[in-house]
């Protein structure tokens, strides 16, 4: 592998708008035709509005199985709520990474009833030996994620995984993801490591960058696909006159089958066929035998 070696920008995808839950307009960048390809990555939403109208539904209770979702938001606040008992408020800057695993019914409801609603969430894939794993969840406040900046002029987030050997606030296994906020004061370039087994993606929200090498344009709102390049270590990033907010996220395959219907996110129709069987007998979320 060579580190300064880019990967390529594979192509450019624009997000559908959509609404979820009980009525939130959303904007669903991550794709069900994607989920292949982008592997071990299922989903990415970015809410975004300071028309109450467009949040303050939110999303009511609901089921999960199988899968692990990151909520982190930018601005606004979220009340978060599982059957299990969890509860927990995300603010400005604040994350909630949930295992679902064998299932639990789940609410985000905003605390705020007007100002601006803006955050993202990602949804990954768990392998088939661990989908029926106990439900958790971890709510970080905005302080407790680091935060570096390898140069002047560019400041990294680390959500997860690590970045140039810096542990992020989360780690996970099987698919080992990656997943930094990253800011680029204007005439900025930099080269970020990434590891050449994962899939990866950038989504710019803010701003303008030159993805990849040779480099790609990219306006806000826009993902771009970055080639899996043999020997490529990582992706360089830079901007023109104007700043640029990014996420730059990656995992490690799983190569498994993906069965979804909803929330559920199994590997077999068997599977999600017991899933509502569960949730309609009263034994979701419970020990199986």
């Not at 129709?269 to 309609?280: I, K, P, S, V």
Request: overall charge negative; proline content about 8%; glycine content about 10%.
């Amino acid at each position: 592998m060579t580190e300064t070696v880019s990967r390529t920008v594979e192509r450019i995808v624009f997000g559908q708008p959509t609404s979820d839950g009980a009525g939130v307009k959303l904007l669903r960048v991550l794709t069900h035709d994607l989920q292949r390809r982008l592997d071990p990555f299922l989903m990415l939403d970015e809410f975004r509005s300071d028309n109450p109208g467009d949040y303050i539904a939110g999303f009511p209770e609901h089921p999960h199985r199988g899968f692990e979702t990151v909520t982190y938001m930018l601005d606004g606040r979220m009340r978060h709520r599982d059957s299990a008992g969890n509860e927990g408020l995300l603010g400005p800057g604040g994350l909630q990474w949930m295992t679902a695993g064998r299932g639990l019914m789940h609410s985000e409801l905003p605390e705020q009833e007007d100002g601006l609603m803006h955050g993202f969430q990602l949804w990954v894939n768990l392998p088939a030996r661990r989908k029926m794993i106990p439900p958790a969840y971890r709510d970080l406040p905005a302080e407790a994620i680091p935060i570096y900046q390898p140069a002047d002029g560019v400041e990294v987030k680390a959500i997860a995984g690590a970045y140039d050997g810096l542990k992020g606030a989360i780690e996970r296994p099987d698919t080992e993801p990656v997943y930094l906020d990253i800011r680029l004061e204007p005439s900025r370039e930099h080269f970020f490591r990434l590891p050449e087994t994962h899939n990866a993606f950038v989504y710019v929200y803010d701003g303008a960058a030159d993805v990849g090498s040779p480099a790609r344009a990219m306006t806000v709102r826009q993902m771009a696909i970055l080639s899996n390049t043999a020997g490529a270590g990582g992706v360089c990033l830079a901007t023109g006159a104007t700043p640029v907010r990014l996420l730059l996220i990656a995992g490690q395959p799983l190569n498994e089958p993906i069965a979804q219907y909803g929330p559920f996110v199994m590997n077999s129709r068997a599977e999600l066929e017991q899933a509502f069987t569960d949730l309609r007998s009263g034994r979701f979320g419970q020990e199986t035998a």
